[in-house]
């Protein structure tokens, strides 16, 4: 299974997990096992190597850390491009450092904007799967502080975004992430949301 090869992160010295997966269904098990800050170390890269681990566009890149932080995770990024740090190897951020070439940095920075933004110390993450948990692409990540702030994700386009809101607050915004930016929706108080993804 994906945890064969774990580490044990129940030791009272280590101050995190660090989990070579994407398996970002398994993020609120994690957390409740080990009750320490969860990274998704190696949750694949952008890049132009022939493996499908390392060869994901900015957006699926940046698509990847709004589906661990949503999920109550933190991801690492690196990318698989060839650059010119060093004429005389092939190198590659991932191995080697250097420069990232990617274009995947200024969605991530949209990503973590969105996140400092957020009450996210006091809020929870749900996962919700339409039947295949392993299918990240159609799972429902919600982070939120119940009645106060909802933040939701689904990477796939055409899919449907409900949610009972509770409390009397009004929810205006939806955050579009392939477009990095915010739009103004109207006012909506404590009833279902129902959105569907572009």
Aim: charged residues 25%; negative net charge; glycine residues 8%.
């Amino acid at each position: 299974g994906s945890e064969d090869h774990f580490y044990d992160h129940s030791r009272p010295w280590i101050t995190h997990t660090s989990t070579q997966t994407s398996q970002f269904y398994n993020a609120i098990k994690w957390r409740d096992q080990y009750e320490k800050p969860l990274l998704f170390d190696e949750m694949r890269y952008e890049g132009g190597v022939p493996a499908g681990w390392g060869r994901l566009s900015a957006e699926k890149m940046a698509s990847y850390f709004w589906m661990a932080g949503l999920s109550g995770g933190y991801g690492t990024h690196g990318d698989t491009y060839q650059n010119s740090a060093d004429d005389s190897t092939e190198v590659r951020w991932w191995a080697k450092g250097g420069y990232l070439v990617g274009d995947s940095p200024e969605r991530i920075r949209f990503f973590r904007s969105v996140m400092e933004q957020a009450p996210v110390t006091e809020m929870t993450p749900d996962i919700f799967d339409n039947g295949d948990p392993t299918n990240l692409n159609t799972n429902m990540y919600l982070f939120s502080k119940k009645g106060e702030y909802y933040l939701a994700y689904i990477a796939e386009a055409g899919q449907n975004i409900e949610i009972i809101l509770d409390g009397d607050k009004k929810y205006t915004k939806i955050c579009e992430t392939r477009s990095i930016q915010f739009h103004n929706r109207p006012s909506v108080y404590c009833i279902a949301i129902n959105y569907r993804t572009e």
